[in-house]
């Protein structure tokens, strides 16, 4: 127990008696004692709820969480029931085109128009599914879709405009007021930004994607009913409190990946108040049997005092498209040590080359002068000259939608090795986009046909294994514990063990090989084994998705099989 007193504690009164205290709970620093003896008589009640951690406020941050005792690397600070899970928030091109959403009682995928509730007729995956009369699930707004119009049509484009699964998840929010008061207050209570969004694209898109759609739809309906029936329903669902509430939803959403590959959308009250910094210290995982629980897990060891930080864009784009992706969707403006850092931690992801004056080249490279500003110039590290921010911006906007085309639709090898040699021109050859096209071409090497492992000369063979280095030293550099890009890692190991396999095989086909050909073979078979169990470790924390669970799969029938090698040739 300790005196010293918290940045904020909830009461001032003995946890037990009720009678002004002075003590508190050293390690979570949230409940108070008059006494030792009522700290004693309290534990088995408190122990369930003493977190390592509290919630503390910060003028620039809002509310954080910060650690309150050490934690040490993979424990679970703490797990928490969701306030809110619904469909996928944004659904991008293609989703927005395929008549396909999660059914509206499990999350599975289902087809528009094949199978649908017999209430409301919205898209189920059978007609008995078991969430349907469920309150957290599909009970929760069956009543209200019930009142609306249906689908103009039975063909896809009319069931594609009529069943937006993305607007269902803002009506489910707006439904907790009436089902679960307490979590409506916690989700009321959560940072939306609806003042900085009005006038933006966000706030016109939510206006015309979810906004005037359930309006029209079903709460313009609500409203005739009540009317009618001289009856309130729902307290409140004008536009500004569903514009709130989709300001919630975008300022604090997470990502729920499916194993069925579908991707849902969750709010947690207490994880959606960590921070964010482009390396974090926590990760977390969802249970789906138990209704989306989420565990907050720490990544590496955390020192008592320290923030607990997740990411909350991505790790692989660069310092700009970072900050323009947090200015946009969360409102601020991030001076983590990554984006500080021009050169990202020595990785270079956003470097350019030099191109000299009148192409007389200077090995140099251009980085922001200043990265926290997106009209920076960008300086040479060796000449002087200077390339504008707007210069860079036009540069980098061509060769993002060239990146994008080509990977969106499925490249050869050749196609790859032409674009990367065509941008490394420009680009240090750590640039997020040559690291994106780089970890695309390890994987066809050795895969696509004409390019089998066995069909790759030495040299190919050596190439790909010095482009998996050089992934792997870039992802050391950005994430040294490995917290957020566990599946590129995972992908970088597999595919460097496999040539280090096919080197090895290569020196036992020759009938006469020598005893040195042999040591060498295991030597090769060893590393390669050891690439596999880091995977295999690093993959853990990824069984609860698609991408992670087959990957890791691949993992461990790979470790079988090499076991098997290494035993043969022992
Ligand atoms: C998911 S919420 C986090 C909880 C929020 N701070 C609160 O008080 O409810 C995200 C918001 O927190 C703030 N925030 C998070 N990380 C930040 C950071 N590194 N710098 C500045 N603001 C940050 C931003 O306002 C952001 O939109």
């Not at 964010?276 to 210290?281: L, R, S």
């Not at 995972?490 to 042999?518: A, D, S, Y």
């Amino acid at each position: 127990m300790s005196t010293s007193p918290p940045d904020s504690l909830t009461t001032n009164n003995c946890a037990v008696c009720q009678t002004p205290a002075k003590l508190y709970c050293s390690a979570c620093k949230l409940v108070k004692y008059c006494g030792a003896d009522h700290q004693r008589q309290h534990w088995k009640q408190h122990k369930t709820e003493c977190r390592p951690f509290r919630i503390a406020k910060d003028k620039v941050l809002g509310r954080y969480l910060k650690a309150t005792r050490p934690i040490k690397a993979g424990t679970v600070i703490f797990a928490e029931m969701p306030i809110i899970v619904g469909p996928k928030w944004y659904l991008n091109e293609r989703e927005e085109q395929v008549p396909v959403m999660p059914c509206v009682g499990c999350f599975t995928p289902c087809r528009m128009g094949a199978h649908h509730c017999p209430k409301c007729f919205w898209p189920t995956c059978s007609p008995n599914c078991g969430g349907l009369d469920n309150p957290n699930l599909h009970g929760l707004e069956c009543s209200i879709l019930m009142l609306g119009p249906g689908p103009a049509s039975s063909d896809p484009r009319s069931l594609i405009d009529y069943y937006r699964s993305d607007a269902l998840v803002v009506l489910k929010c707006l439904l907790l007021q009436r089902q679960n008061p307490k979590k409506w207050t916690e989700l009321m209570d959560m940072q939306s930004h609806e003042v900085e969004r009005i006038g933006s694209e966000l706030h016109n898109d939510a206006e015309k994607r979810v906004v005037s759609y359930l309006q029209r739809n079903f709460l313009q309906r609500l409203k005739s009913v009540e009317q009618k029936q001289k009856e309130t329903y729902l307290q409140e669902y004008d536009t500004a409190v569903l514009h709130r509430i989709c300001g919630i939803i975008e300022t604090n959403y997470m990502c729920i990946s499916l194993p069925s590959g579908m991707e849902l959308s969750g709010v947690y009250y207490t994880a959606c108040m960590m921070e964010h910094a482009c390396q974090p210290n926590c990760y977390f995982q969802f249970d789906q049997r138990k209704g989306f629980r989420i565990s907050v897990i720490a990544g590496r060891d955390i020192e008592r005092y320290e923030h607990l930080i997740i990411m909350y864009s991505n790790m692989l784009w660069g310092t700009q498209m970072r900050q323009e992706h947090l200015a946009m969707t969360k409102h601020f403006l991030c001076k983590c040590e990554r984006c500080r850092d021009p050169t990202e931690y020595g990785s270079n992801f956003s470097a350019m080359l030099c191109m000299g004056d009148e192409g007389e080249s200077c090995d140099g490279i251009h980085l922001p002068k200043d990265p926290l500003d997106m009209k920076s110039d960008w300086a040479c590290t060796k000449c002087p000259i200077m390339i504008s921010g707007e210069e860079v911006r036009y540069l980098l906007t061509q060769m993002t939608e060239e990146v994008d085309n080509l990977l969106s639709r499925k490249p050869t090898v050749k196609q790859l090795e032409a674009l990367i040699n065509k941008l490394s021109k420009f680009l240090h050859p750590h640039h997020y986009h040559l690291f994106n096209l780089k970890h695309t071409l390890i994987q066809l090497y050795g895969t696509e046909i004409g390019y089998s492992l066995r069909n790759l000369s030495d040299s190919l063979l050596n190439k790909k294994l010095e482009l998996c280095k050089e992934l792997y030293d870039i992802c050391q550099k950005l994430d040294p514990y490995t917290i957020r890009l566990s599946i590129y890692v995972g992908i970088i190991l597999f595919e460097m063990q496999t040539v280090q396999i096919e080197l090895g095989k290569r020196l036992l086909v020759n009938g006469n090989k020598t005893e040195e050909q042999v040591a060498t073979a295991l030597d090769y078979f060893n590393s390669a084994r050891e690439k596999l169990l880091k995977a295999a470790k690093i993959l853990e924390k990824e069984l609860d998705n698609v991408a992670g669970s087959k990957l890791s799969d691949a993992v461990l029938k790979s470790l079988t099989e090499l076991d098997t090698l290494i035993n043969n040739n022992s």
